[in-house]
């Protein structure tokens, strides 16, 4: 495992997006400053979602207009639609990403219609884009559990990520968005997707509701997996999962690959003083464990 892993710090959006306090556009792009003065240059930095669904995300076109004058990093945006699409082009976007459930449940209480309309949804949106010179991402939640239909069929995952892959996606990112999976189940998953799309080109997209989101990233990388999705302090989690906790902290998946002797070009007390101030703007603390026994080492230093 000498290689280089990509990390896509996905806090600012996936994480954000989930909390019952809003964060200000200031907060919002000093938090995203103070991750890219760490060491992580791709980020996911906002959404153009309805502002009634997710008003979390209202602002993100400043945002994006905020952090753009950053060299030497990618920051990308979540578009559900055309009028999504309009919005972050009309901001600036270079990079989007498109989304769809490889379960039926959790696509309609999520975007309230079925996997197939969704893709149907964002198709204009990917033409477009290429059309644009515009990269897209394509995302799949509940990869290996669903908090409505239950056990969710590798194959189901599959179809998904060949259609992303099929219509262009440059990337496709694997969620386990209640963050039920094993890590036998993500081996397995990883190993089935990667007959349609090449395992370069999936990431691990795992939240850590039972603890397993280490142990999950461990075994894809065992499989030649290298990109991982991550949020600062273990921010996010799923509105449709009661109990599932936030995506794998950036922190925890630092300390294990620089166990692992990988080089990430991350800095620890940079991010963890980024982490520290977005827990006070959210009013509570880090779930990261690297986050919580750092900042206990230095209170007891104190």
Known sequence: MSDAVR?????????LQNEKIPISVADRIAFIEALIGAGLHTVEVGAFVSPKAIPQMVGSDQVLRGVSHIAGSEFHVLVPNEKGYEASQAAGAKVIAVFASASEGFSRANINCSVAESIERFKPVVARAKADGIRVRGYISCVL????????????????????????????????????????????????????????????????TYGQALANLYAGMEEGARVIDSAAGGLGGCPYAPGATGNVATEDVIYMLEGLGMKTGVDMTKLLAAT?????LIGRPPVSRVASALNAKTRAAK
Request: proline fraction near 6%.
């Open 145 to 208: 559990g669903c908090p409505f239909d239950g056990e969710v069929k590798p194959q189901a995952v599959v179809d998904v990520a060949k259609m992303l892959w099929d219509l262009g996606c440059y990337e496709v990112s694997l969620g386990d968005t209640i963050g039920v999976g094993t890590p036998m189940k993500a081996r397995q998953l990883l190993r089935a997707v990667a007959g349609s799309v090449p395992m370069e080109k999936l990431a691990m997209h795992f939240h850590d």
């Open 276 to 280: 520290n101030e977005v827990s006070r």
């Open 7 to 15: 990390i896509i710090e996905v806090g600012p959006r996936d994480g």
